[in-house]
């Protein structure tokens, strides 16, 4: 069970939650979940928090291999508006901030926004620690060797989870040192890393166990899934329901999707698998 403090209003982790990701930009990799104005967003932030979404995750920018870097001034400009209407509309619903810029979570968090999640861990933007310090709240510390845009050329590791486990090390230090109370870890699935690096991750999942955080785990619909079946990234909800579930299994307390109604399915699913006596859910 782990606790978050969310701009005052406390959280208890104690099964699984879903994050629903929320992409204000024209070129994420699923083209399904590209949003384009206001009446798309809403719709859709309405949907994920019906399906069960604990977090809405707010993005700016594309951040997939080979992306080209968008500037914090325009990613302003995407994710400020989105983030004032849907905490005008769903007050009661965590809202995050996908961004490695320090002054998109400083302004995000301002107008609604509770917690940041920052690809970087800090790397792409050193005010980052610094000025989550001060805003006091939750923080999404995710490994990543250099840049989306160069990160599939640095794929050599001798062994990719005591890599990720020694970078965590020394990341959380600067967290804290930083003032981040709340730190949660992302072993960052496709960043810098080979479907071969995301299974050994996904296995040896518990390793991380040993900081005592929440762990996030981001696999929805990414090239591990498509790629390994050899289908189309719109296929590839089933294969990702499959990764989904062996994430819970070995751990997870938080899954980043696109998909939120499949993804809760798989936590009350793993969640009666746990128990003696399964509950079912009675229609109506």
């Known amino acids: 069970m782990y606790t978050l403090n969310c701009k005052g209003s406390i959280v208890t982790l104690v099964e699984p939650v879903i994050m629903g990701i929320l992409n204000i930009t024209p070129d994420s990799f699923y083209a399904a ?150 730190i949660i870890l992302d072993p960052g699935f496709g960043f810098g890393k080979t479907a071969a690096h995301n299974f050994q991750l996904l296995r040896e999942l518990r390793s991380f166990s040993i900081f005592n955080k929440p762990i996030l785990v981001g696999l929805s619909r990414k090239s591990t899934v498509y790629k390994t079946l050899g289908i189309p990234v719109e296929d590839s909800l089933n294969g990702t329901t499959v990764l989904h579930t062996l994430a819970l299994l070995n751990g997870a307390n938080i899954l980043r999707v696109h998909d939120v109604k499949e993804a809760q399915e798989a936590v009350q699913l793993v969640a009666n698998y746990h128990m003696e006596k399964p509950v079912q859910k009675i229609p109506g």
């Open 33 to 182: 979940s590209r949003i384009s104005n206001e009446e798309a967003l809403i719709r859709m932030a309405e949907k994920m928090i019906r399906d069960g979404a604990f977090f809405l995750d707010i993005g700016g920018q594309s951040t997939r291999p080979g992306s080209i870097r968008v500037s914090a001034d325009q990613e302003l400009q995407r994710v400020i508006p989105a983030i004032e209407l849907l905490h005008k509309h769903f007050p009661a619903t965590l809202l995050s901030v996908d961004t490695y810029y320090a002054n998109v979570a400083r302004l995000s968090v301002q107008a609604g926004a509770s917690m940041v999640n920052d690809i970087s861990a800090g790397a792409l933007d050193t005010s980052m620690l610094p000025t989550v310090g001060r805003l006091q709240v939750p923080y999404v510390c995710m490994h990543m060797r250099g840049a989306p845009d160069n990160m599939q050329q640095l794929t050599h590791y001798e062994n990719v989870t005591r890599d990720v486990v020694d970078f965590f090390i020394k990341q959380t230090a600067a967290c804290i040192n930083s003032g981040i109370h709340d």
